[in-house]
C-alpha cells in the first residue's frame, strides 16, 4: 500500500507476522470472518472422519484404503489452508503438506480407477492387447496423431510407475525445501534464476504434468465402463480440487509477488495474498468435501463393463453385498 506521498508503507515491507501480531490487528469482523472459516475446516474434517470410519466398515481392502486417501484431498487442504491463516508464518509447511498429500492422491486415483474394474487382473484380462489412447492431457493433448498403445501388464507397470513416481520426488523434495529453509537458501518469494526455489518449483512442476497423464489415459478410456460408478463427477472433484489447490495457489502467489495485491500491515502484499487465498480455498474445500461425500455415500453394485465391438462381457461380480460408500 502506498502512502499518499508517494513513499511504501514501511509495515508494508515486512515479512509475515506473528499470530498474535496479526490477531491484535483484527476488528469484529475479521474475527467473525476466521470464526466461519474455522468452524467449515472443522466441520469438514469431522465429516471426513464420518466418512472414514463409514467407509472402513463397508468397503473391503483395498478399495476402502483408496476412496478413504481420495475423500481425504478436500478436509486435508482446508485443516491446512486453516493452519496458515491462524500462523502465517507456518505457510510454507502447510502448503508443502498439502501438495504432498495431494501427490499421493493423484497415484490413488489411478488405483482406485483400476480397482473399481477388479484390480490389475481383472483390468489387464479385459483389456490386455487392445489400443489404448494416449492423445490426451496434459501432456498429448495437442498431439491427435499419436498412435494408440496396446495395453499389457507391462504399460500397466509404466502407468502406475508415472503416477508413483510424483507420489515419491514430491516428498523428497518437500523434506529438501524444508531443510534448506531452515538453512536460509529456500525462500518460496524468491523466484529468482539463481535462486534454488525457481528450479525446484520447475522441476516439480515437469514430475506433476508427467504424473497426471498416466491417470487421464486410464480415465479416458474406461470412464464408458463405469459411469454406474459415477465415475465422472468423482473425476471432475479430483481435477476441481487440483486446479484449486494448485493453478489457483500458483496464480494468487505469482499476482502478490509482483505487488498486484495491496498490503494490509501488518500483512506484507505476499502475505496478504496468501492470507486471502488460505482463505477462499477453506470455502471452496468444504463445499467438495459435501460433494464427495454425497458422490462416494452409495452402494457399490456389480461393474458390467462392455465393448462395443465384442460380445458384452462382464467383470467379476464386485460383490452383491451392499457397500454404501
Request: charged share 5%; glycine share 2%.
Given at each position: 500500500m502506498e502512502a499518499l506521498n508517494g513513499t511504501i508503507d514501511p509495515a508494508c515491507l515486512k515479512g509475515r507476522p506473528l499470530a498474535i501480531d496479526m490477531l491484535n490487528q483484527l476488528d469484529t469482523f475479521g474475527y467473525c470472518l476466521?470464526?466461519?472459516?474455522?468452524?467449515m475446516s472443522c466441520i469438514s474434517l469431522l465429516v471426513y472422519l464420518e466418512q472414514c470410519a463409514y467407509i472402513y466398515k463397508k468397503l473391503p481392502y483395498p478399495k476402502k484404503?483408496?476412496?478413504i486417501w481420495v475423500n481425504g484431498a478436500a478436509p486435508v487442504i482446508s485443516t491446512m489452508s486453516c493452519l496458515a491463516m491462524w500462523i502465517p508464518r507456518a505457510f510454507m509447511i502447510t502448503?508443502?503438506?498439502?501438495?504432498s498429500y495431494f501427490a499421493v492422491v493423484i497415484y490413488k486415483i489411478l488405483l482406485l480407477l483400476i480397482e473399481e474394474l477388479g484390480g490389475s487382473n481383472a483390468f489387464l484380462e479385459k483389456f490386455s492387447g487392445k489400443p489404448f489412447w494416449i492423445s490426451t492431457g496434459p501432456c498429448c493433448c495437442c498431439c491427435p496423431c499419436l498412435p494408440d498403445v496396446p495395453m499389457s501388464r507391462r504399460m500397466l507397470f509404466l502407468l502406475k510407475l508415472g503416477s508413483l513416481q510424483y507420489a515419491i520426488l514430491k516428498t523428497v523434495f518437500t523434506v529438501l525445501s524444508i531443510v534448506l529453509w531452515t538453512n536460509g537458501n529456500y525462500d518460496p518469494a524468491n523466484l529468482g534464476i539463481y535462486g534454488i526455489t525457481l528450479w525446484i518449483s520447475?522441476?516439480?512442476?515437469v514430475l506433476t504434468i508427467i504424473s497426471l497423464w498416466p491417470v487421464a489415459i486410464v480415465f479416458m478410456n474406461m470412464n464408458r465402463y463405469l459411469r454406474p460408478l459415477k465415475i465422472i463427477p468423482k473425476y471432475a472433484m479430483y481435477q476441481l480440487t487440483l486446479v484449486l489447490s494448485q493453478l489457483q495457489t500458483s496464480i494468487v502467489n505469482i499476482v502478490a509477488l509482483y505487488g498486484n495485491i495491496a498490503c494490509a500491515p501488518p500483512l506484507s502484499s505476499q502475505a496478504r495474498g496468501t492470507m486471502l487465498n488460505q482463505q477462499i480455498l477453506i470455502m471452496e474445500?468444504?463445499?467438495?468435501?459435501?460433494?464427495?461425500r454425497f458422490l462416494y455415500r452409495r452402494t457399490y453394485e456389480a461393474v458390467e463393463t462392455h465393448d462395443s465391438e465384442e460380445d458384452?462381457?462382464?467383470?467379476?461380480?464386485?460383490?452383491?453385498m451392499e457397500h454404501d460408500v
Open positions: 476466521y470464526f466461519m472459516l474455522t468452524l484404503t483408496l476412496v502448503d508443502l503438506t498439502s501438495n520447475l522441476f516439480v512442476g474445500m468444504f463445499i467438495i468435501t459435501l460433494v464427495n458384452t462381457t462382464a467383470l467379476p461380480e464386485a460383490t452383491l
